[in-house]
């Protein structure tokens, strides 16, 4: 049964979505297992979403990318809910006492 569902799914993104690409190890990893072997295939930038969390509102993508290719970020995190995830700053030299 389930493998139909991906076999379903595999089918309608090769139909539909030519640019996604679909990573199916065959075995049980979780999320975060599955995604350390496929970043090793890598050679772009990757957005990575749970089925369950939508991205809303306006989402500045060309900046986005510009930080990843130029290296001033190497990972960008989007939330959907801010109220339970404050913004923060890792490069201290950036925001000093935050």
Do not use: F
């Amino acid at each position: 049964m389930y493998e139909e569902h991906i076999r379903r799914v595999a089918y309608h993104a090769n139909l539909h979505w030519p640019e996604v690409w679909l990573w199916y190890s065959g075995v049980w990893k979780h999320q975060a297992g599955t995604l350390k072997d496929v970043v090793g295939e890598l050679d772009e930038c990757v957005l990575v979403m749970e089925h369950d969390t939508p991205l809303t509102g306006e989402i500045p993508w060309d900046i986005l990318v510009e930080h990843l290719y130029t290296e001033t970020a190497h990972l960008i995190r989007l939330h959907y809910d801010k109220t339970i995830h404050l913004p923060r700053v890792s490069d201290e030299r950036q925001a000093p006492g935050t």
